[in-house]
T-cell receptor, first 113, second 117 residues
Framework: EAQVTQNPRYLITVTGKKLTVTCSQN?????MSWYRQDPGLGLRQIYY???????DKGDVPEGYKVSRKEKRNFPLILESPSPNQTSLYFC????????????FGEGSRLTVL | AQKITQTQPGMFVQEKEAVTLDCTYD???????LFWYKQPSSGEMIFLIY??????QNATEGRYSLNFQKARKSANLVISASQLGDSAMYFC??????????????FGKGTKLSVIP
């Protein structure tokens, strides 16, 4: 089954404790992206990747890191989480960036205390 | 930079009636794509429909149609014959189709649709 898989789905952590949200897709997609969703703000792009080893900042990259060492994986790293990073996070992929629908993961709900 | 505006935070519609969800956009790019996504209460994001800026006809997908008015910069979603399962959050989004901006999909803040039995 074609899918984008995120882990963990739910996480409660404390300020400053490094964490990684994994994202993996099995559709051989070139393009992958991370979004955060906050009430009243819609979805905002954090980082995206056009291909292996090629990443760039989205609209809200502060406090996040990413890497794309393999085509299928695009982890999101929070080196020192803070309460304002409490959010619902989505990973998405697409065969190409423009003019194509995004395939979303199920979302990861992160709470930073 | 792109901007998407959804002016209706919440809407109600009677079951079996049609409903229009508004979306206006702002961009300086001549070539762009417009998308609508649905987010049910379970949280997943579901792609509904796509319209390219140069497409001559309005896009349709089953009960969903996109009322694209390029001069007005609007891309309203029309849902015909509403069903209870249509109750969800709906997001309008856009991206340029060329250049560096084509890697960035910009979302609106969403409209929460509630279908009344």
């Amino acid at each position: 089954e074609a899918q984008v898989t995120q882990n963990p789905r739910y996480l409660i952590t404390v300020t400053g404790k490094k964490l990684t949200v994994t994202c993996s897709q099995n559709m051989n997609h070139e393009y992958m992206s991370w979004y955060r969703q906050d009430p009243g703000l819609g979805l905002r792009q954090i980082y995206y990747s056009m291909n292996v080893e090629v990443t760039d900042k989205g609209d809200v990259p502060e406090g996040y890191k990413v890497s794309r060492k393999e085509k299928r994986n695009f982890p999101l790293i929070l080196e020192s989480p803070s309460p304002n990073q409490t959010s619902l996070y989505f990973c998405a992929s697409s065969p190409e960036a423009a003019g194509r629908e995004l395939f979303f993961g199920e979302g990861s709900r992160l709470t930073v205390l | 930079a792109q901007k998407i505006t959804q002016t209706q935070p919440g809407m109600f519609v009677q079951e079996k009636e049609a409903v229009t969800l508004d979306c206006t956009y702002d961009t300086s790019d001549p070539s762009y794509g417009l998308f609508w996504y649905k987010q049910p209460s379970s949280g997943e994001m579901i792609f509904l429909i796509y319209q390219g800026s140069y497409d001559q006809q309005n896009a349709t997908e089953g009960r969903y149609s996109l009322n694209f008015q390029k001069a007005r910069k609007s891309a309203n979603l029309v849902i015909s014959a509403s069903q209870l399962g249509d109750s969800a959050m709906y997001f309008c989004a856009m991206s340029p189709l060329r250049g560096a901006g084509s890697y960035q999909l910009t979302f609106g803040k969403g409209t929460k649709l509630s279908v009344i039995p």
